[in-house]
């Protein structure tokens, strides 16, 4: 509860906002932001700021809104090291700042923009051919995980069914990960009769509704093993729903990991840990490490409990970030490296002892008074 989470959702809402401000954001609906809800003044505006790359120049995007409007909004680029403001937006000015090296109809645009939206939003959704790109990493680049359902790993089944050279890639990791999965297997079965009675009786109920009314329902499902090294030479197949919670995860994980290493995105998972082993862990770390593997410079970001990665290598010092609240309630986020450890620190031993803040103080003999 140190604001870990609240991070990632910052980042989600950036990426919506961007995504879908001009083009799905209902005009005077105002804005569906969250502000901090242990301060009373909640008329403050919430503030967000990114920087990243595209094509292999930084890039500085950052917007305040309120309930109701944009209070701000700008572009930095930084081609060579070097600063270009590219647009700058102020509700109390007449107009959009512009800078030169920002062509196109700069101005159209303006005219199309609505103070509840973004102008990077509304540049995109006008063919901007100078922003698009920038858009598109933030539609198409910055993809989320939290939560798996029982379905999860579905998505990494399907890309493995789309293309023969991603699946091999996923038994790779799969096999690499030492689960004793030495393959997989995917058919489409012909759904049991009882279950196409029942189909039967749906399309004709929907097609009595009336003319021109129908309704195709499949009556096939995807059957998945995953084959695993048995006694001697035998393998043995053993469908998904007999397999554990954790080789589930891993799995429902592979998708978007593979499919961010393809395009060198970013994937920002929330609760990385959960139900997975720490080796299992530590693996999907370490696959965004090699070059082998990642060729593109994906990026991966992830909030967890598991302290034991302080002190593997497959974490670098000024990789690891920190969250606390302060006697307010709000969150600071902040670096390892501020505390210039030393080499040889243990890392795991001095974060429990409180070297470097962000731990818990539990205390079940506190009152409520004194809470």
Avoid at 75 to 95: H, I, K, T, V
Wanted: hydrophobic share 35%; aromatic share 8%; proline share 5%.
């Amino acid at each position: 509860a140190s604001g870990k989470s609240n991070v990632i959702l910052g980042l989600r809402f950036i990426r919506n906002a961007v995504k879908n401000s001009h083009s799905k954001w209902q005009p005077g609906a105002g804005i569906a932001r969250h502000p901090f809800a242990l301060d009373s003044s909640t008329e403050k505006p919430s503030e967000f700021s990114v920087d990243f790359l595209v094509q292999g120049t930084r890039y500085e995007y950052g917007f305040s809104v309120d309930d109701k409007r944009v209070l701000h909004e700008y572009l930095f680029a930084y081609p060579a090291n070097r600063s270009q403001r590219w647009f700058e937006r102020r509700y109390e000015w007449d107009q959009i700042y512009f800078g030169k090296n920002l062509p196109g109809e700069n101005r159209v645009i303006e005219n199309l923009t609505r103070p509840d939206s973004l102008f990077l939003s509304a540049a995109a959704q006008n063919n901007h051919e100078k922003l698009k790109p920038l858009y598109n990493w933030f539609a198409d680049q910055l993809e989320f995980r939290s939560g798996l359902s029982d379905r999860s790993h579905d998505r990494t089944i399907e890309i493995c069914q789309k293309s023969e050279e991603t699946k091999k890639l996923v038994l790779r990791l799969l096999v690499a990960a030492d689960l004793g999965i030495v393959g997989m297997d995917v058919k489409e079965e012909e759904a049991p009769p009882e279950v196409n009675v029942i189909i039967q009786k749906l399309e004709a109920a929907f097609k009595g509704i009336g003319p021109g009314t129908s309704l195709d329902l499949k009556r096939t499902h995807r059957a998945v093993s995953l084959q695993h090294s048995g006694q001697g030479d035998e393998a043995v197949f053993i469908p998904l729903r007999d397999e554990s919670a954790g080789t589930l995860t891993y799995l429902a994980m592979l998708g978007p990991v593979v499919e961010v290493l393809a395009t060198g995105g970013v994937l920002c998972v929330d609760e990385l840990d959960a139900s997975l082993h720490p080796l299992l862990l530590e693996e999907i770390i370490r696959i965004f490490n090699q070059a082998e593997h990642n060729p593109l410079g994906a990026q991966l970001i992830f909030n967890t409990h598991t302290t034991d990665l302080l002190n593997k290598p497959v974490l670098r010092r000024d990789e690891i970030w920190f969250t606390e609240k302060d006697n307010t309630g709000a969150t600071r986020l902040y670096p390892l490296s501020d505390f210039k450890p030393r080499k040889d620190e243990n890392l795991q031993r001095g974060y429990i002892q409180g070297r470097y803040g962000a731990t818990p103080i539990v205390n079940l003999n506190a009152s409520t008074e004194e809470m």
